[in-house]
């Protein structure tokens, strides 16, 4: 029925208001604002009308700027290739992904580090980002959600968007139960004070930095275990821990198969914020109990979700990710991501040599800093935007308890990170 002949039904049963009305899904409404990097878009776009010549440095978004290695190039160029002759041409993938690129993450994400996952509990998707938001399809209104503060602002507005949060308040959603992630508690949320069915964490942590101990996490899994919650697990800046002991996978921590659902990206492990790929590992022993009493498993939801809702990744995005997986591959993503982790150092030396409080940079992209006394985070963007013309991202945009701190990325290149930092050291 188009929008005509619903307006002239409506007007036939004398309810076109309240028709109407009933026709979005109104938490869209309820959203705040502009989605957080649209939101500094705006602002930046705004100046820059202004100032037309000023010669920005991009620290705010974690987009990366380094060329994507050359094994995930010719992985890619190979699978072009492929798609010019009607012989070895490929159409619709699976949807859950190509065998190959799952069986290679099973073995070199998992096995390589103790954990067995089977290829068929690992979907390919676009990216960490979709996944997270897409995996509150699986449940119910009443869910009570558990999520750090500050955090990733997906999750949040994945669950607004869901009407599972209740009235904003405040700056916080009156059914959200947060976890505050501050300098007293090193960024490490303590376990929730009531009884919570969904948690979402994110470790190393966008955008603290902050990442969790095998104990820390299994303080978790024991929790979630034993109050039958699920943690959704984002592990998207995974490839950044350079710390002996801090566990890569949350299915390194034993029962975690049995509470836990992964989510991992190629965006920032490999530079495909462009190309878009990324998975998320649904292990079969996770299951939840029906309203009949009946045990459903979340990984037969998710494969019933995806083959109705997505078509699969592209061919060549996956064929790009597999080429990772090479041993050239795995040497040219890690000396990236290494080149990306000395920007971080970089800018934690000198805003610290500079007196600031700053935290994360050594296991993550993020360097997450206290702004000077009586500013605010957004005041303090500001400041830098107008000042120092260095983008980056209040912290308050995470969540209430980020407010207080601003975000840097390190995935510029380093000459405009030391630029950057040039441009900080002049007062
Ligand atoms: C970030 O800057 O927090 C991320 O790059 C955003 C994203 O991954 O969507």
């Given amino acids: 029925m188009d929008v005509k002949s619903v307006a002239t039904v409506c007007i036939i049963h004398n309810q076109k208001i309240n028709y109407r009305m009933s026709i979005i899904n109104e938490n869209f409404l309820k959203l705040q604002n502009n989605y957080l990097f649209s939101e500094i878009n705006k602002r930046v776009n705004e100046y820059l009308k202004e100032n037309p010549d000023a010669k920005l440095i991009r620290m705010g978004i974690g987009d990366v700027t380094q060329p994507i290695s050359k094994a995930a190039l010719k992985g890619m160029h190979d699978a072009v290739d492929r798609l010019s002759s009607a012989d070895t041409m490929v159409g619709y993938g699976p949807e859950q992904g190509y065998a190959d690129l799952r069986s290679a993450i099973a073995e070199y994400d998992f096995k390589a580090r103790g954990v067995e996952i089977s290829p068929d509990e690992v979907f390919i998707s676009d990216g960490a980002k979709s996944d997270t938001a897409n995996i509150v399809d699986l449940f119910s209104n009443e869910v009570k959600i558990a999520i750090t503060d500050p955090v990733y602002p997906v999750y949040v507005d994945s669950n607004v968007i869901s009407g599972r949060v209740g009235s904003y308040q405040e700056g916080k959603w009156s059914e959200i139960v947060y976890l505050p992630c501050n300098a007293e508690n090193k960024f490490v949320p303590a376990l929730p004070e009531k009884h919570v069915n969904l948690i979402y964490l994110c470790f190393?942590?966008?955008?603290?930095?902050?990442?969790?101990?095998?104990?820390?996490?299994?303080?978790?899994?024991?929790?979630?275990?034993?109050?039958?919650?699920?943690?959704?697990?984002?592990?998207?800046?995974?490839?950044?821990?350079?710390?002996?002991?801090?566990?890569?996978?949350?299915?390194?921590?034993?029962?975690?198969?049995?509470?836990?659902?992964?989510?991992?990206?190629?965006?920032?492990?490999?530079?495909?914020?462009?190309?878009?790929?990324?998975?998320?590992?649904?292990?079969?022993?996770?299951?939840?109990?029906?309203?009949?009493?009946?045990?459903?498993?979340?990984?037969?939801?998710?494969?019933?979700?995806?083959?109705?809702?997505?078509?699969?990744?592209?061919?060549?995005?996956?064929?790009?990710?597999?080429?990772?997986?090479?041993?050239?591959?795995?040497?040219?993503?890690?000396?990236?991501?290494?080149?990306?982790?000395n920007n971080a150092k970089m800018i934690s030396d000198v805003m610290s040599d500079l007196g600031f409080e700053v935290y994360g940079a050594q296991n993550s992209p993020y360097v997450w800093i206290k702004v000077p006394e009586g500013q605010t985070s957004w005041s303090f963007f500001d400041y830098l935007l107008r000042e120092k013309n260095l983008i980056t991202t209040p912290g308050v945009g995470f969540g209430p308890e980020g407010e207080g701190y601003i975000r840097f990325s390190s995935f510029g290149d380093a000459e405009s990170v030391k630029a950057a930092m040039e441009r900080l050291k002049q007062d």
């Avoid at 275990?225 to 949350?250: C, Q, T, W």
């Avoid at 022993?285 to 009946?294: H, M, Q, T, Y």
């Avoid at 459903?296 to 592209?314: C, D, E, P, Y």
């Fill in 204 to 341: 190393p942590n966008n955008p603290t930095g902050a990442v969790l101990t095998k104990e820390q996490l299994k303080r978790w899994v024991d929790y979630a275990l034993k109050e039958k919650a699920i943690i959704l697990y984002d592990a998207a800046y995974v490839a950044f821990i350079r710390e002996e002991g801090i566990p890569h996978s949350i299915f390194e921590i034993e029962g975690a198969k049995e509470c836990a659902i992964e989510f991992r990206s190629y965006s920032k492990t490999a530079g495909f914020t462009g190309v878009r790929c990324g998975y998320t590992v649904v292990p079969k022993e996770l299951k939840v109990k029906a309203s009949s009493g009946e045990d459903v498993a979340l990984h037969g939801m998710w494969k019933r979700r995806q083959t109705t809702k997505f078509n699969g990744a592209s061919f060549i995005s996956q064929q790009g990710a597999l080429a990772i997986y090479t041993e050239e591959g795995r040497k040219e993503i890690r000396e990236t991501v290494d080149y990306y982790l």
